[in-house]
């Protein structure tokens, strides 16, 4: 049968399309639905590249006798959790306020009201490791809606309440400064992996918000455990098997502490915020590996994950069809040496065993081995593993790919531009800064549309029906913002404005908090708003960035006051857990820096332009072009000396006298 979801834009929501379930989408409908059966709501989430999502829907979802059960008794609504991170981190929370743990797929029970009475993950289609089966949970929930429904209100009713509880003010008085920061770096420092990098056990995620905060206080304060933590960290995760030695492309997380093997599906939001980390780390320390991975990276997304339309896909799957047909995890990235020597001869086999530590027991399983990038004190022969490595690459382009999620999500693309842009400017590489500029594009026409309010999706040049959360109107902003910097053009500033005085008009709340809702939104059980970083910045602390810098670019105090408003909570937080808000520290060293505010009165892409974005002050703005123009307010009675192109350096509304020396301008930007 073909169900409800037939008709929706989510590739996660139609990969259930053909499910004997009789799946809802998240609807008015839907709890209306179940309002005159009387039934409870079945509430599942999950996204398109989720193994275990997979792993559920082929034991469960797909089986006739679980479906007849799931619709007899249940009306059932899926959930694409990057389409509606709203509804996701509500019902998340629960979960894990009642489990101490969440993850995806997750399972939630709702009444009528879409209050939640019993959660949890993945269930198994038979009892097994302690876990009861997805049968039995059924029956169970079943039970108690129909044998014991004052109960299950009278849960329902009090897990509301405890949510409520937790609503969150502004998380501190005041702004976070130098104890706060130097608090923070010496709590990370005792999470640091001396010995492999990262932060914390397996499993690893890669921690790019914190190395940005490591790397601006760095350059503010010349700390160079900081700088060191930040570069051994992204060497050990370059050289690791998360990252894609043959194509470029990091995969979202190693489920060890060595970073060796990695979950294997590769996340838009993880590569922008990596490729933007290595262009960073080369800025401040002209690193060749993080050169080399920055452009890796940004010439994978623009290969694997541009859509026809100019934006960027979400993600690509962890699993694809091995050789006998079957879909495996990992199935197209991984090798044994049987296969290295199929493709390459013995000789230059035993060269790539040696050179990507391929093991003949393996590093993952059944023999193979994900390709890692040992370090060795012998002398590689450069010209002999571009070789290799290029004819693997060919090799594997036969394999079966893995299959792509080709919904526009406006955050993430905000991330790549931002990470497009400036790498595109660092390398001398416009091609780069053309697809940031397309990706903009897309998104005023397409997602911004004839009223400036964001669409958080799109698929094929079509909007999804779910509004912009918080973190789409931060990182998309923010990424405007960088591109104004690196092309000059300050339409991109005056779109970021647009996005940002709806910030301030529907999302801030009293007391300067920010909610990651709009207050015209769609009301859930409570407003969600959770100003710590996950796998992307918090629309809190993304939007904070964003205000903070167009603040500096155009002096408008309410952007300002709304940043500082919105920093409290890293005050508050930074010193305490600074793994899950490095964004916001990174965005509080900006504000203490200044943010320094750089014109460049002359030709965009010359030299004083090129200098001032090399600068590595935290958060600097750019603006460059004529005397003048009307493109930039920073820009207004800037003339050049001599006719000659000119830099000014302001901060804290004090500048320093005009230069036309590139030399002097670094200089002043710390560089």
Known sequence: ???????????????????????????????????????????????ASCHWCHVMAHESFEDEATAAYMNEHFVNVKVDRE???DVDAVYMEAVQAATGQGGWPMTVFLTADAEPFYF???????????????????????????????????????????????????????????????????????????????????????????????????????????????????????????????????????????????????MLYDNALLCRVYAHLWRATGSGLARRVALETADFMVRELRTAEGGFASALDADSEDGDGKH???????????????????????????????TEEGTFEEGASVLQLPRTDVAVDADRAADVRARLLAAREERVRPGRDDKVVAAWNGLAIAALAETGAYFDRPDLIERATEAADLLVRVHMGDVARLARTSKDGRTGDNAGVLEDYGDVAAGFLALAAVSGE??????????????????????????????????????????????TPAGWTAAAGALLSYAAYTGSEAHRTAAEGALGV????????????????????????????????????????????????????VAAGPTGGSEFPLLMDRPMVDGAPTAYVCRHFVCDAPTTDAGELARKLGG
């Open 1 to 47: 049968m073909s169900n409800r979801l037939a008709q929706v834009t989510s590739p996660y929501l139609l990969q259930h399309a053909d499910n004997p379930v009789d799946w809802w989408p998240w609807s008015p409908e839907a709890f209306e639905e179940a309002r005159s059966r009387n039934v409870p709501v079945l509430l599942s989430v999950g996204y």
């Open 490 to 535: 300050g339409v991109w500033l005056e779109f970021a404005g647009f996005l940002l005085d709806i910030v301030l008009q529907h999302f801030t709340g009293e007391g300067r908090q920010l909610y990651d809702t709009a207050d015209d939104a769609e009301q859930l059980i409570r407003r969600p708003q959770d100003p710590t970083d996950s796998a």
């Open 83 to 85: 389409e509606r991170p």
């Open 328 to 358: 495996v995890e990992g199935a197209y990235y991984v090798w044994t040496p049987e296969q290295l020597r199929e493709v390459l001869g013995e000789e230059d086999a035993a060269f790539a065993a040696g050179h990507f530590g391929v």
């Open 120 to 266: 949890g993950t993945y269930f198994p289609p038979e009892p097994r490791h302690g876990m009861p089966s997805f049968h039995q949970v059924l029956e169970g929930v079943v039970a108690a809606w129909t044998d014991r429904p004052d109960e299950v209100a009278e849960v329902a009713g009090r897990i509301v309440r405890d949510l409520a509880d937790r609503s969150l003010a502004h998380g501190g008085e005041g702004l976070p400064d130098e104890s706060e920061l130097a608090q923070a770096l010496l709590g990370l420092s005792r999470e640091y992996d001396e010995k492999h990098g990262g932060f914390g056990g397996a499993p690893k995620f890669p921690p790019s918000m914190t190395i940005e905060f490591l790397l601006r206080h760095h350059a503010r304060t010349g700390a160079e455990g900081a700088l060191q933590m930040a570069a051994d960290t992204c060497e050990a995760m370059a050289r690791g098997g998360m990252y894609d030695q043959l194509a470029g492309g990091f995969a979202r997380y190693s489920v060890d502490r060595q970073w060796v093997v990695p979950h294997f599906e590769k």
């Open 570 to 621: 890293v005050k508050a937080l930074g010193p305490r857990v600074p793994r899950f808000i490095g964004w916001g520290l990174a965005v509080a060293e900006a504000l203490l820096d200044g943010p320094r505010e750089v014109a460049v009165a002359g030709p965009v892409g010359g030299e004083l332009h090129r200098t001032a974005l090399l600068g590595p002050a935290p958060g600097a703005v």
